[in-house]
Antibody
Framework: QLQLQESGPGLVQPSETLSLTCTVS??????????WGWIRQPPGKGLEWTGN???????YYNPSLKSRVTISADTSKNQFSLKLTSVTAADTAVYYC?????????????WGQGTLVTVSS | QSALTQPASVSGSPGQSITISCTGT?????????VSWYQQHPGKAPKLIIY???KRPSGVSNRFSGSKSGNTASLTISGLQAEDEADYSC??????????FGGGTKLTVL
């Protein structure tokens, strides 16, 4: 059974960089059948797609965040990571990592449990 | 890239049917048959319940169905049950390997 687990600091200072890692078990992030993504959800608000990375290393970002976000992958550790620079209180959210199936469902079919990141001094 | 538009809340009684709309533009919902729907219970991660507008993943009840007309996609839940009370979000492919979600709809089962 595929499992995804987010990890990283729960508190980030304003103007600093938010860094999260998603560890995948039960499957390989090197498969050409999937993208691996980050989706966030501010408290009491809707989901917001942040970006995806493909096994080739190609990354795609939400245009509204593109200047501040980087998604990378470490295939040797079966992990992918999110970095968001110059954070403000508006970046406070539950951050989910998820798998985007590129072949069967074309949907985000597996999700991590989510991790709350608060931006505050 | 603007969020897809969903009603903030809908409600229905057990056994009834409800429909949640998801309105986008000709650049996302209207241009691709790549709309998915997610169910999210409080404090839990979203769960994929509809993909490619009308298809259900294995294990999802056939009480959930999806459709699309023009720039608006819809999720219908028939035979409402108490366990259906949750937040529902739509998502659409928006081109150039980007995706956009809706603002979410809270379903209350009366």
């Amino acid at each position: 059974q595929l499992q995804l687990q987010e990890s990283g600091p729960g508190l980030v200072q304003p103007s600093e960089t938010l860094s999260l890692t998603c560890t995948v078990s039960g499957g390989s992030i090197s498969s050409s059948s999937y993208y691996w993504g980050w989706i966030r959800q501010p408290p009491g608000k809707g989901l917001e797609w942040t970006g995806n990375i493909y096994y080739s290393g190609s990354a795609y970002y939400n245009p509204s965040l593109k200047s501040r976000v980087t998604i990378s992958a470490d295939t040797s550790k079966n992990q992918f990571s999110l970095k968001l620079t110059s954070v403000t209180a508006a970046d406070t959210a539950v951050y989910y990592c998820a798998r985007l199936d590129n072949t069967v469902t074309t949907g985000f079919d597996y999700w991590g449990q989510g991790t709350l990141v608060t931006v505050s001094s | 890239q603007s969020a897809l538009t969903q009603p903030a809340s809908v409600s229905g009684s057990p056994g009834q049917s409800i429909t949640i709309s998801c309105t986008g533009t000709s650049s996302d919902v209207g241009n691709y048959n790549l709309v998915s729907w997610y169910q999210q219970h409080p404090g839990k991660a979203p769960k994929l319940i509809i993909y490619e507008v009308t298809k259900r993943p294995s294990g999802v009840s056939n009480r959930f169905s999806g459709s699309k007309s023009g720039n608006t996609a819809s999720l219908t839940i028939s035979g409402l049950q108490a366990e259906d009370e949750a937040d529902y979000s739509c998502c659409s492919y928006a081109g150039i390997s980007t995706w956009v979600f809706g603002g979410g709809t809270k379903l209350t089962v009366l």
